[in-house]
């Protein structure tokens, strides 16, 4: 679905990976954290990444920050036409902010370092803020707001330095259910806003279905891809879309496949 442009022709690939291989020399001998893993997003597509603890979700993610070094195969993330952007961003679920630094001047740490001038910086992180309903906030410091709030936080600081592609490692895993919920129907609304390209790892398979255009699933260590499962949920979607009879054949689909991965990585760590 989304691998297509909406004049019909195929969207160009953003992220271009090639047979990733990922060794970690330890004690007890190297390990294959990720062996052979291919993957191609397109231009605008979020792409949701499943697997059982250990399978190497995070491994890849950092390789694909240039937080990590590949052992092996290649990944290339395209720039588009606009020069001067950012290749990535990061939301880990750790809220990533800085506590001497108030919300506002958070938002717009990346426009700084970028050398964007004081008053740009301002004017964007204050519609980002608007944008999720945390203007009124601008002045506080991150000790003076909720973990939720914490988090949307992180995710526009992101957002505002308009990277070319956001990278996201279960960054609502820290949160309590009722507010994860509520940032999954605010992640919705930003991604149809902003259409931007989303590589987002999550343990959750509601989040997987409900945000994904496309779910890979990974095998128990080492990560492979073990397949590909096209969400055919209408967009633009809300949180409502969990209510859908296809919501559930597609998450049932994935556990199918899933649950004996789980199994499989549970058994390794015994
Ligand atoms: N720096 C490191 N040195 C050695 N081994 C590592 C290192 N980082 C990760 N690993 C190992 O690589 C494998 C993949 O780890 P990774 O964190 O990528 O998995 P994950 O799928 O993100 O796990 P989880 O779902 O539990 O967060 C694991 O066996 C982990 O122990």
Redesign the pocket.
């Known amino acids: 679905m989304n691998s297509m442009a909406p004049s019909g022709a195929p969207r160009a690939p953003k992220i271009v990976a090639r047979n990733v291989t990922?060794t970690?020399?330890?004690l007890a001998g190297s390990?294959t954290?990720?062996d052979d893993f291919s993957l191609d997003v397109a231009e605008g597509e979020f792409v949701c990444i499943v697997?059982?603890?250990?399978?190497?979700?995070?491994?890849?993610?950092?390789m694909l920050a240039g937080l990590e070094d590949i052992s092996f195969g290649t990944i290339d993330i395209r720039p588009g036409a606009e020069p001067g952007k950012p290749l990535n961003s990061v939301v880990f679920q750790e809220y990533a902010i800085f506590p001497w630094k108030t919300v506002i001047d958070n938002v717009a740490f990346g426009l700084q370092m970028r050398g964007v001038s004081a008053c740009e910086r301002r004017e964007t992180a204050r519609a980002w803020l608007d944008r999720v309903g945390l203007a009124k906030f601008a002045d506080y410091y991150p000790h003076q707001i909720s973990g939720g709030m914490k988090q949307r936080v992180s995710i526009i600081r992101a957002l505002a330095n308009d990277p070319e592609v956001l990278l996201m490692?279960?960054p609502l895993g820290a949160l309590d259910a009722q507010t994860r919920v509520v940032l999954q129907d605010e992640l919705l609304r930003i991604w149809e806003e902003t259409r931007k390209t989303v590589v987002y790892?999550t343990?959750s398979l509601d989040e997987a279905v409900l945000l994904g255009d496309r779910v890979i699933l990974?095998s128990a260590?080492p990560?492979r891809r073990l397949a590909i499962f096209e969400i055919d949920l209408p967009r633009p979607r809300t949180i409502d879309a969990m209510n859908m009879p296809r919501f559930a054949e597609h998450r049932a689909e994935i556990w199918e496949r899933l649950s004996s991965e789980v199994t499989r990585a549970m058994e390794m760590q015994q």
């Open positions: 990922k970690y020399p330890t390990i954290a990720l697997g059982p603890s250990g399978c190497g979700k995070s491994t890849f993610l950092r490692d279960e790892i343990h990974m260590q990560g």
